[in-house]
């Protein structure tokens, strides 16, 4: 059976949903399986990884109440809070970026959404990047209008990130300040906008595997090719705090399932993934294709060079 999936999807055709729940099953061996969705992998997507790197522009005070996030208001978790970093300081970090290796960089700004104030900072710090790195850019401001989108797109910025997060089953059991619809709808609005669209979520948010399932079949419906994976890192005085993730076993199953729902996409490391310890390794054989890299929002990841020199070992090109 597994071969007549990869044959299939080799072929250009889609994994059924009935196919992607059997794969769950321990009788198909996971080594089998991580090698399957390694050759689709290269097949579809090549032997590039996308390597990327974010800065936390402002930090803390959101009004959401999503039960896994530090900077929710709602929650006491000792986080910093700051508006608004100096933009020299955003420039400074993403031309060391660059001469690092880096090829992709987005501002992350906490928060439901942009402000006034917050949208003309950002405009200007947009256009310092643009002028002074060749850096990709991306943001990642919350949900969007389609003129807020209109406006990135136009200032430089040619990637949009906005998770789904988790099934739509399950999203209200998440966060309830907001819809999964909303979710949506910035994500389409992005797209009309002409900005490509850099969507995933987190595993270990109570989620079962037929949620993570469901998601990666929403995220092949909205056509998303950049889809980054977060491991919950549990965070003191949020609902999660206690949280156990799934098995790292069970992560690497899931990646490889989701390289075949998502044959040609940039399926990501994201925040967490030092869960998986060496097992980060068995992943970029297993179907994984891209990492965020360097410091997260509010927690700290692998380094650049570090990065590099395992990409590099794995005979991918950054």
Not at 7 to 26: F, N, T
Not at 144 to 162: D, R, S
Not at 250 to 263: D, E, K, S, V
Request: charged share 25%; hydrophobic share 40%; with cysteine.
């Amino acid at each position: 059976m597994l071969k007549a999936i990869e044959d299939k999807i080799l072929r250009g055709d889609a994994i059924l949903y009935s196919e992607a729940v059997m794969l769950l099953e321990d009788s198909i061996a996971l080594e089998a399986l991580m090698a399957s969705a390694n050759r689709i992998r290269i097949e579809r997507a090549g032997h590039k990884l996308a390597l990327c790197s974010i800065i936390n522009g402002k930090n803390g005070q959101c009004s959401e109440d999503c039960k896994f996030c530090a900077q929710s208001v709602h929650y006491e978790t000792g986080v910093d809070v700051y508006e608004q970093m100096p933009i020299d300081k955003i420039v400074e970090t993403a031309k060391s970026l660059e001469k690092e290796g880096v090829k992709r960089f987005s501002i992350v700004t906490s928060g439901r959404s942009l402000h006034p104030q917050d949208m003309s900072w950002l405009l200007e710090a947009y256009r310092a990047l643009k002028r002074e790195t060749e850096l990709e850019l991306c943001a990642s401001h919350g949900m969007l209008t389609l003129e807020q989108a209109k406006v990135l797109k136009a200032i430089g910025v040619t990637t949009y990130h906005h998770n789904l997060e988790t099934s739509r089953s399950h999203y209200a059991d998440v966060c309830t300040t907001h819809s999964y619809e909303a979710r949506i709808e910035t994500i389409k609005n992005c797209q009309r906008a002409g900005l490509k669209v850099c969507s995933g979520g987190i595993f270990g948010i109570d989620e079962t595997d037929v949620d993570r399932i469901d998601m990666a079949f929403e995220l092949k419906k909205l056509e998303i090719k950049s889809v980054p994976i977060n491991f919950l890192m549990p965070i003191s005085g949020t609902p999660m705090a206690l949280n156990e993730l799934p098995s790292p076993e069970r992560i690497l199953r899931m990646l490889a399932i989701y390289r075949m729902i998502l044959p040609d996409a940039e399926i990501r490391f994201a925040g967490g993934r030092a869960y998986l310890g060496e097992l980060v390794k068995r992943g970029f054989q297993g179907g994984v294709n891209g990492a965020l890299s360097g410091n997260y929002l509010t927690t700290v990841g692998n380094t650049i060079a570090q990065d590099m020199a395992l990409i590099r070992s794995l005979g991918f090109e950054v």
